[in-house]
């Protein structure tokens, strides 16, 4: 299978995982009883409060309920599905447009909110001078992402990154709910990755399983290794229970455009 539709992703906290369900469709206003209209709001589906903070106090404090590491410099939380790094587009090396486009197309709206915007209150709660990002969570995913309170923690784990990645350790891991099923249970391949790009300003991603090794010297394509495992299956509904892990910084989405 060439394409898998994600229907699911994991929540933002894995002690509670969130119910993708479809909320019942509403009635017509004429129909609904006056006493029923908050319930009816009550229902809306779980994608309407992607991100529910109110204010900047209540994402900071979120994401600090969220660590679990904090030693030696280094701070580990899980990061909430959507929540960028940063909301200046020229550092992420995208343009503004992209992200409108993404936006438009998913429905899901855009986060109040970018981690960022929560590192001076980070610090007050964790009693430290500062704190640093050093690897975050795709934007478009939640999970682990890595903080530090001092330079001398963050390049540590700089310099851990940059070993592993002659090796070809697949460290970035990611569980997916799909549509339909990879053509094998387990794969592990070598591919290649190329900017695309689309128009004057816009750049995709193409992932390629045929490349030569002169491209990858001259650093023309990016060579990663992508890895999937099918952990579950449900047949009547035609869904997969997936095991994405990549190395070498590339994003799930687009591996999973290899299986």
């Avoid at 509670?16 to 709001?41: F, G, I, N």
């Avoid at 979120?62 to 990061?79: H, P, Q, R």
């Amino acid at each position: 299978m060439k394409r898998m539709c994600i229907l699911a992703l994991l929540s933002r906290r894995p002690s509670s995982p969130r119910l993708l369900c479809t909320a019942a469709a509403k009635p017509a206003s004429e129909d609904v009883p006056h006493s029923s209209e908050k319930d009816s709001e009550d229902e809306k589906h779980v994608y309407s409060n992607l991100y529910p903070w109110k204010s900047k106090g209540e994402f900071v404090r979120e994401l600090a309920g969220s660590i679990f590491y904090n030693e030696d410099g280094l701070i580990a939380l899980s990061k909430p599905y959507g929540v960028p790094v940063t909301f200046d587009f020229r550092n992420e090396g995208r343009s503004q447009s992209m992200l409108k486009q993404r936006l438009h197309v998913s429905g899901l709206g855009e986060s109040p909110y970018s981690l960022e915007d929560a590192l001076e209150g980070l610090a007050i709660h964790l009693n430290v001078d500062q704190v640093i990002i050093v690897k975050a969570a795709e934007r478009y995913a939640s999970g682990a992402t890595i903080l530090a309170s001092n330079e001398r923690a963050a390049q540590r784990t700089h310099k851990a990154v940059l070993r592993v990645k002659p090796m070809q350790i697949a460290y970035t891991t990611a569980w997916i709910i799909a549509k339909g099923y990879p053509v094998h249970d387990e794969v592990k391949e070598k591919v290649a990755m190329k900017l695309i790009s689309v128009g004057d300003s816009e750049k995709r991603v193409e992932v390629l399983r045929k490349f030569s090794k002169t491209a990858a010297k001259s650093q023309l394509v990016k060579t990663v290794t992508a890895e999937c495992r099918t952990l579950s299956k449900n047949t009547n509904m035609a869904v997969s229970l997936l095991q994405v892990a990549t190395s070498n910084g590339m994003a799930i989405e687009h591996a999973l455009l290899t299986f």
